[in-house]
């Protein structure tokens, strides 16, 4: 369970052999059903913590709010001049808009395959060998909070198949004005998730976050970091969608607390106008850097899926 | 004075020979100081409009709104890391902010030169020639405006030299709602500036600024056009010069007027909300395709020159 190969932050150079396609189709369905399980599982938390608003708070006189479920098809938005024009499958967005402590969470599911396009295919491992041919399902979740006490936040897991077979995710703590103990709690929650599989995951997914979610441009942090990988092939399948999986329970464990540690506290205006500011540099990172949101751009995908990360408001003053 | 290489919207194969050194230097000293004084000219314009606000109107019990102008150094911002670590000059940023009329608005003129990376000189053309060398000045102009019933406006032009020389820009109108006899008046008003030069100019620009303002993964216009060119070496260097001028001096006509024809109008909350919907989009089209905003950020820029053109506040709800 050794996985030193991962300090390099590129998929091994050798790759775990595909199982039969009977057992790699049982591999699909688990996982899809697990990124499908973990979203129930975060929406019914993040509906309860909508709930538990102080009735003294901003925003209490509204009704708590609810996710709104919205299924997307891939072939709805495919184009024949875009990069991938063969993509299948689809996803289901829920999105809670207007809540009482949640401004704006999308929880996205999804499940694509097709073939990449020869020239993107080079730069996806083992596309090679599958033709150009991928299937990948995920989740992917963005909070943007209605109180700039509370900190916002990105958590996504994926698993990608081509002529061979990854894990990818990662999640990050964006709060407006950074609380230390909030920030320890945070990763000490995603080490103990990658501990239990490798120990020497965690330094080097901490590094990789800290290098990916940064705004160059600005020569700022986006965040305070947390977890970011890629390429998980470790030659133990079981165990990689093990950690998969406590990457997610970790998530649903730390964050909620955090949301209620800080939701009662209230805010000034001052606070609030930082809060935009800062959405805005979340706005630049996601439109100019963040790969997954330019891959879904250029390759035709449901722009309301893609963008649904977009801050529901922010200020460039 | 017949343009028809334009229509391929690519640097003419053959280049008009660069004058003698005392001569180019004339030529760039004289781009400069008219881009300086269309600066000049529109913010005294759009300074005078703040105080034109009928006090009924929402904002006008604010100070009419006032230019702040700050210098910025191209090396202050230069990074070894980015791919053109070897440029100088600077420019000059003039922003109003919360002005009665005009929520921000900035102009900026700059003038830089220096070395392009090897890499990124073989897409410029007559790079090859001057050894990467480039000198580039210009003005460029966004209008984030209070009244959604006043539309958001670009202008930008700009005269680069390297083996060559050549003249680019444009300007296109961004109304919340269109109103057709606005966009009828603002690209008659570039038809006009054009047509003095070339008649086949304004089909060709106005096409090509249809295609270059396009937020393709929403498969919508950002805008109502205008115009947009580059490449401008018609060999009467002094024809082209005036043409840049022209199409400055049409914008400090036009758009003023389109202002002072809506400012008065009021407005309604939901015509507010669509407003900064329709500012999300802008940036969206700004952060994931505007050429000069990906060059400036990715070539270590001043980011706050470059994002300038962002709206003090928008959403994504």
Known sequence: MVNTGMKDRKAPETASPLPEAAELEQRKTRAKDWFRSLRDQICAEFEAIE????????????????????????????????????????????????????????????????????????????????????????ISLVAHMRSPKVPAVHMNTRMIVTGRSW??????????????????????????????????????????????????????????????????????WEDDFALTQDVGKAFLDIYPKLVRRHMQEGWSDAEREWQLVKRGLYAEFNL?????????LMTGGNPEAVLMSLPPECKWP
């Open 167 to 236: 894990f990818g995710g990662g999640g990050d703590l964006n709060p407006m004005v950074e609380v230390p103990q909030d920030t320890a709690d945070f990763h000490a929650a995603f080490k103990a998730a990658c501990d239990a599989h490798d120990p020497a995951y965690h330094p080097i997914f901490k590094d990789w976050c800290d290098d990916y979610f940064f705004i160059k441009h600005r020569g700022q942090a986006r965040g305070v970091g947390g977890i970011f990988y890629d390429y998980i092939d470790s030659g133990d």
């Open 51 to 138: 709930t538990e608003l102080d009735p003294t708070q901003p925003h209490a006189d509204l009704e708590p709010g609810r996710f709104e479920r919205k299924s997307w098809d891939r072939a709805d938005h495919a184009d024949a001049d875009s990069a991938n024009p063969d993509l299948g499958g689809g996803g289901e967005m829920s999105i809670l808009r207007e809540g009482r402590v949640f401004e704006k969470v999308g929880v996205n599911i999804s499940g694509v395959h097709g073939h990449f396009s020869p020239q993107f295919a080079k730069e996806i491992p083992g596309a090679d060998i599958s033709k150009g041919q991928f299937w990948a399902a995920g």
């Open 288 to 296: 100019v850097y963040d790969r997954g949101t330019r891959f879904g």
